[in-house]
């Protein structure tokens, strides 16, 4: 993504068919006619084992080196996320924690 309006959509399902998937895939659409730089994301096509610091310090999952290329420089995300139990899916819990531990 190369201009300074760039936007990552996607959604905390992992379900097919998701509904929030097809709201973050509507919002890219939008964006790119918008004229913003826009991708959407599916976060199955990134799997990640639950977030384990022996993981962590041992081995860098490869698809979360593919997820730290695309979240390096968007100036807006919209997330789109299914409710369990009153919070956000544990897919999404789970990608943010990888994210946002350092390289």
């Given at each position: 993504m190369s201009s300074d309006r760039t936007l990552i959509?996607?959604?905390g399902s992992l379900r097919s068919n998701s509904y929030n998937q097809k709201v973050a895939k509507q919002a890219q659409?939008?964006?790119?006619?918008?004229g913003y730089d826009a991708i959407n994301i599916?976060?199955?096509d990134y799997p990640l084992p639950l977030?384990?610091?022996?993981?962590?310090?041992?081995?860098?999952p490869a698809s979360l080196n593919d997820l730290r290329r695309i979240f390096s420089s968007p100036?807006?995300?919209?997330?789109?996320s299914p409710e369990y139990n009153g919070s956000f899916s544990a897919a999404l819990k789970n990608t943010l924690d990888w994210l946002s531990r350092p390289d």
């Open positions: 959509t996607f959604s659409q939008i964006a790119l006619e918008l599916n976060l199955a977030f384990n610091e022996d993981i962590e310090n041992t081995e860098t100036t807006s995300i919209l997330i789109a």
